[in-house]
């Protein structure tokens, strides 16, 4: 499938401009400075594409029409981390994923956006002109048919999508008020090719800040930061005019920038002075993880006394424990300790010896399945360690270690899910309502009900039996038949099949089947009420009440997607929706809108890695669907159930 390293680097630098600085030639050795430029060239084409870069073709569809479109990947593995997609490239144009954006600053112009519109461009949609935040003026290189990155103001650093412009964005003097696409996103932080790995395993995670993207002197480009590459020289340069690798010293001989709000003062306006952050040792790290499980397990006994696996489902697989059960209370404050509490910084360095470590205790009891994958299947709640466990204060939610996944107060899971999705715990009550047609106007009309309302058929059989007491039509030897008059001959069976015939010829009909036959005779609608909510508030729909499809589908040759759609009917969330079910299989998860739904009322689609039909489905009775409310078509056997 793969190919050996692609020669793309040179198409990258010119495409992306991307400058290549060299050092100063001391005019001595011209030899060396030459040896100095391509050591600079090489480790910018090494940063940008590594040695074991490879590549590969593939062919998609794309836009409303679905037209087919053909491309290159290409994935590689930067020292000491996994392989991942780096670059891709689409109608000869190269465009970077996060990962080579996360490591390589400001090789394109970077947008901002508020962080409610960047959830929507991760679900697929494209950045609107409104939507540019920071701005005018915007990136001097942001222009039409560029490849640009896009942040979002909570953390304007990290770039989260990766798109093209489709107008000038540089020369916008006015975003308020402006109609349009500004960026078309090609790619984003939760995508499939995000999500793509050698391994399987689920897709990177955004760091909380990089000091590189934080600049405001715009695209300096990669090359000028060769320059800081430290280079291993003979002791005899010290004695020619080195320097120490040290370059603290140079910080203090950088200009200062005159602060203009201050007469007098040399300090940046408005500067932010940080305590200086004490490193964790491994011991601490572990303490503090050992911990945070403990408060984990004791968080969930106490929210979930009735239930008597206290809130969560077994199996639980590795991913899901620590992102569960340990991330969310931590007690993280600043960007620094979310670097440095890592479960690769502790002494056991992976999910799986952390949970034996547990084993070991008995707390809880594991066991590895095929594939290496450590699974947990029962924890001792009322084990000592967790009734005695005295709880300490996590970080509230505008706070930096809440917001980036440690800290109770931030993203706390219960059961895998956000806080802040309404639609869990609700109750949904679906009724189907019965509306009588002209040609059944005197049935009604003869029992003093309107032929204009909704009736329920419990609320139907009673007019019936009215207009049959009325019209003195029940049989005197079976009062179970039902004998037929005009009205009832000429508007519910008009002859048109022989079950019509045979009654016509009899002249009777069981009373049953002619409840059954008036109500095929009206028009159907249907009301979804949500908790506590009336009746007769509630609009009704016309037709059958639709259901939330469940599609199971291979792709890629083997490998099992679950699609969910029609969510929105029972006032669910999709994007909360997948980013529950993100966490409880440890899975990547996109949203999307719906091939053929309407673009005035989307249909949106949440997509998940792997067979996940009874995760979505647990999910969902979260939310109040009942099962029936559900089809499930598993594409991957063939048959539908």
């Not at 870069?53 to 062919?59: E, K, L, P, V």
């Not at 491309?71 to 080579?100: C, M, N, S």
């Not at 499980?293 to 809130?311: A, E, I, T, V, W």
């Not at 009322?382 to 800290?407: C, H, I, M, Q, W």
Request: charged share 25%; proline share 6%.
């Amino acid at each position: 499938m793969f190919k050996k390293k692609p020669n793309a680097t040179n198409q990258i630098i010119a495409q992306l401009q991307i400058e290549i600085a060299s050092q100063a030639s001391s005019g001595e050795n011209p030899e060396n400075d030459h040896d100095t430029t391509t050591i600079g060239l090489g480790a910018v084409r090494n940063s940008l594409l590594p040695e074991n870069a490879q590549s590969a073709r593939f062919t998609t569809t794309a836009g409303k029409d679905l037209k087919q479109i053909s491309g290159t990947v290409y994935v590689g593995a930067h020292p000491g981390e996994e392989q991942r997609v780096l670059w891709f490239k689409l109608e000869d144009r190269l465009i970077p994923t996060v990962y080579t954006l996360w490591r390589n600053p400001r090789i394109v112009p970077l947008l901002h956006t508020p962080d409610i519109v960047l959830q929507k461009l991760q679900g697929g949609a494209n950045l609107m002109t409104p939507g540019l935040a920071c701005g005018p003026p915007f990136p001097s290189k942001a222009t039409t048919g560029s490849v640009v990155a896009i942040a979002s103001l909570e953390k304007p650093s990290v770039p989260m999508v990766v798109g093209v412009c489709e107008i000038d964005v540089a020369s916008l003097k006015e975003v308020r008020g402006a109609k349009g696409h500004a960026v078309r996103g090609e790619h984003w932080s939760g995508d499939e090719i995000w999500a793509w790995s050698q391994s399987g395993g689920a897709g990177g995670k955004a760091p909380d800040f990089l000091a590189s993207w934080d600049s405001e002197d715009g695209m300096d480009g990669l090359g000028s930061q060769v320059t800081q590459i430290d280079l291993e020289d003979s002791d005899d340069d010290q004695g020619e005019g080195g320097v120490p690798v040290d370059q603290s010293h140079l910080e203090a001989q950088k200009p200062v920038e005159q602060n203009n709000f201050v007469e007098g003062e040399d300090g940046k306006p408005f500067e932010k002075v940080e305590m200086e952050q004490r490193e964790f040792s491994t011991k601490e790290i572990d303490d503090i993880f050992w911990k945070a499980f403990l408060y984990g397990l004791y968080h969930y006994r106490s929210n979930n006394k009735s239930d008597p696996h206290h809130g969560l489902n077994f199996p639980i697989n590795q991913s899901a424990v620590i992102s569960n059960l340990v991330l969310p209370f931590l007690p993280i404050t600043t960007s620094a300790e979310t670097a440095s509490l890592n479960i690769k910084k502790t002494s056991w360095k992976t999910a799986k010896k952390f949970i034996k470590a547990f084993d070991k205790t008995k707390l809880l009891k594991s066991k590895d399945r095929d594939g290496g994958e450590c699974v947990v299947l029962d924890i001792d709640f009322e084990d000592p360690s967790v009734t005695s466990f005295v709880p300490y204060r996590l970080p509230k939610k505008n706070t930096v270690g809440a917001e980036s996944g440690g800290g109770g107060g931030g993203k706390v899971i219960s059961a895998g899910i956000s806080s802040f999705d309404t639609s869990i715990g609700q109750k949904l009550t679906k009724f189907d309502l019965y509306k009588p047609k002209d040609q059944l106007t005197p049935i009604f009309a003869g029992s003093d009900a309107g032929s204009h309302a909704l009736y329920l058929p419990a609320e139907i059989r009673p007019i019936i039996a009215s207009y049959i007491e009325s019209e003195n039509l029940a049989s005197t030897t079976n009062r179970r038949l039902v004998n037929l008059d005009p009205v009832l001959a000429n508007a519910v069976f008009d002859g048109s099949t022989a079950l019509d015939r045979e009654v016509l010829a009899k002249g009777s009909v069981p009373r049953d089947a002619l409840i059954d036959r008036i109500l095929k005779s009206c028009s159907s609608f249907w009301v979804l009420l949500r908790n506590d909510e009336p009746r007769d508030k509630a609009k009704a729909h016309a037709g059958h009440a639709p259901k939330i499809q469940i599609i199971l589908e291979t792709r890629s040759g083997n490998k099992t997607v679950t699609k969910v759609s029609g969510v929105e009917t029972f006032y669910i969330p999709p994007q909360s929706l997948a980013d529950e079910l993100q966490k409880a299989c440890a899975s990547s998860t996109s949203v999307s809108q719906l091939a053929g739904s309407s673009p005035k009322k989307p249909v949106m689609e949440v997509m998940v890695q792997g067979p996940q039909k009874d995760a979505v489905i647990r999910a969902l009775e979260k939310r109040g669907v009942n099962r029936q409310w559900v089809e499930i078509n598993d594409k991957t056997r063939g048959k539908k159930k």
